[in-house]
């Protein structure tokens, strides 16, 4: 549930736009930034204040890889696995970081620190293979980089 700041700034958000639905992917955001993740109670909050139904916020949250529908640790740490990095060694990078954490694709470790996910596309081909960690790119990763990481 949206706490009274949320709601205030959601209703800012969705004030901006000419069609409310306009504000979803903003929302979502703001969603993701309060819990961490994409709750149900979040998605059916979005809805609501949108007036779309539950399905239509969901199709959206699940349709782009930002947004998570399951809580996450304390440090997202996304591997490319898209063709410049596949090519490049990005398997073998993502083979070592679970090998070291324990965890295969979008699971976290038990400790609650690290959750590892592979991307389709962290748009930095040239620096080809690209190790996340929140959203901060590594670039040019060797399976020993990214372990010292």
Same mark, same amino acid.
């Not at 998605?43 to 007036?51: M, N, P, Q, S």
């Not at 539950?54 to 998570?68: D, G, I, L």
């Not at 592979?118 to 790119?137: F, M, Q």
């Given at each position: 549930?949206f ?5 205030? /700034?959601?209703?800012e ?7 409310s639905?306009?504000a ?5 955001h703001?969603?993701?930034?309060? !819990? ?21 916020? +969901? ?26 990095? /596949?090519?490049?060694? +990005? ?7 679970? !090998? /070291?954490?324990g965890?295969g694709?979008?699971e976290?470790?038990? !400790? ?13 081909? %040239? ?6 960690? !929140?959203? #901060?790119n #590594? ?8 372990? %010292?990481?």
């Amino acid at each position: 549930m949206f706490s009274s700041e949320l709601r205030e /700034k959601a209703q800012e958000l969705i004030g901006r736009y000419p069609v409310s639905r306009s504000a979803l992917l903003p929302l979502l955001h703001l969603v993701q930034s309060q !819990d961490g993740y994409l709750s149900d109670d979040g998605i059916a909050e979005c809805a609501g204040l949108l007036g779309l139904t539950k399905a239509e916020v +969901a199709a959206v949250a699940t349709f782009y890889t930002m947004f998570k529908r399951q809580p996450m640790g304390k440090h997202l740490v996304s591997v490319c696995t898209n063709f410049s990095c /596949k090519v490049r060694g +990005a398997q073998d990078v993502y083979e070592r970081l679970v !090998d /070291k954490l324990g965890v295969g694709h979008n699971e976290t470790t038990a !400790d609650g620190t690290f959750t590892l996910e592979h991307a389709e596309c962290l748009g930095n081909c %040239e620096g080809a293979p690209i190790v996340s960690v !929140d959203y #901060y790119n #590594y670039e040019c990763m060797t399976p020993e980089g990214a372990e %010292e990481l």
